[in-house]
């Protein structure tokens, strides 16, 4: 069983920084795929970012070049640092742990694990 608490939401100006967390406890291999994942209301979960082997990482496209995801698997944390918030980055952010060793991370839908989320809210 494994269980995840976000924190570092908050709310920011328009360019912006935050840095999220997610502290996990129980088994996580380094294998293992953790993302972040958000949701604004009325509209569809969204890939944030995923990590896994340590240096895989993929980005979704509309946050490529601005966050930076990372992981500490000593301390079983994962991080989202988020520069340059737009307003368009506004929701809540979700960690998820997928507990399988995999090629390539799989779809939101797959994941088993979640955090209860973090609120981003970035004014104009």
């Known amino acids: 069983q494994v269980h995840l608490v976000e924190s570092g939401g908050g709310s920011v100006q328009a360019g912006g920084s935050l840095r999220l967390s997610c502290a996990a406890s129980g088994y996580i291999h380094a294998d293992y795929c953790m993302a972040w994942f958000r949701q604004a209301p009325g509209k569809e979960r969204e890939g944030v970012a995923d990590?896994?082997?340590?240096?895989?990482?993929t980005y979704g496209d509309s946050v490529k070049d601005r966050f930076t995801i990372s992981r500490d698997d000593a301390k079983k944390t994962l991080y989202l640092q988020m520069n340059s918030l737009k307003p368009e980055d506004t929701a809540m952010y979700y960690c998820?742990?997928?507990?399988?060793?995999?090629?390539?991370?799989?779809?939101?839908?797959?994941?088993?694990?979640w955090g209860q989320g973090t609120q981003v809210t970035v004014s104009s």
């Open positions: 998820a742990v997928f507990p399988y060793s995999v090629f390539r991370c799989p779809s939101s839908k797959d994941y088993k694990y």
């Open positions: 990590i896994h082997r340590g240096t895989f990482i």
